[in-house]
Nanobody, 123 residues
């Protein structure tokens, strides 16, 4: 499975961005998906995950209420709608996938990774 993340950019604090991650698999509807991020100089951290059916989501406390993750099984794509962005959200954002896996917050729970897209939030 190949994952291609896109949609990053530079935005002012309080603004919004929508990230996308397209998958190259006909079995996309059977993959649990997640977003992680790596702030500059820090370790990769969990952001959000969605069940393979797309009917359940889980978020980290730091983004809950501001970010919304969705999954379009017809387009083999996931999205991360980010609003109320803060400078602390600045990071490289990665999408990840695991076949019928649990929605876990550990990177070890995902077998496939995209290349990352940079999000920079200015104050």
């Amino acid at each position: 499975v190949q994952l291609q993340a896109s949609g990053g950019g530079l935005v002012q604090a309080g603004g919004s961005l929508r990230l996308s991650c397209a998958a190259s698999t006909r079995a996309f509807s059977r993959y649990t998906m997640a977003w992680f991020r790596q702030p500059p100089g820090k370790e990769r951290e969990f952001v959000a995950a969605i069940s393979y059916k797309g009917n359940a989501t889980v978020y980290s406390d730091s983004v809950k209420g501001r970010f919304t993750m969705s999954k379009d099984n017809a387009k083999d794509t996931i999205y991360l709608q980010m609003s109320g962005l803060k400078p602390d959200d600045t990071a490289v954002y990665y999408c990840a996938a695991n076949y019928r896996g649990l929605m876990v917050d550990s990177s070890n729970g995902y077998s496939y990774w995209g290349q990352g897209t940079q999000v920079t939030v200015s104050s």
